[in-house]
């Protein structure tokens, strides 16, 4: 069963940062595909960025260079959101799949976590 908890979300001031957590529990195996999308009234859930076993980062325009995804051992991504800007406000999910990314942004990951609200204001 696998479980994915996010944290580290709350109220920052635009150009501020903050860095987001996701622990990860009862994934197995070495294939992964995980990533951080986020979600506000005013769009759909965007892919924010993703990692790959390989090491491969993708990242949504509008955070690159801003923001840096990566996997701090087997049980946590994290997520580092430097100058910060109010649209960047929204719930972020963590994901995971044992899929590639090429294939998983296309049909969707398995797991999702419950999300961590970030407001930038």
């Known amino acids: 069963h696998v479980q994915l908890v996010e944290s580290g979300g709350g109220l920052v001031q635009p150009g501020g940062s903050l860095r987001l957590s996701c622990a990860v529990s009862?994934?197995?195996?070495?294939?992964?595909?995980m990533g951080w999308f986020r979600q506000n009234p005013a769009e759909e859930r965007t892919g924010v960025a993703i990692i790959d076993s390989y090491g491969n980062l993708r990242y949504g325009d509008s955070v690159e260079g801003r923001f840096a995804i990566s996997r701090d051992g087997p049980k946590t991504l994290s997520l580092v959101m430097n100058n910060l800007k109010s649209e960047d406000t929204g719930v972020y999910y963590c994901?995971?799949?044992?899929?590639?990314?090429?294939?998983?942004?296309?049909?969707?990951?398995?797991?999702w976590g419950q999300g961590t609200q970030v407001t930038v204001s």
């Open positions: 009862g994934y197995s195996g070495r294939r992964f595909c």
């Open positions: 994901a995971a799949d044992h899929g590639q990314c090429g294939v998983v942004v296309r049909f969707g990951f398995d797991y």
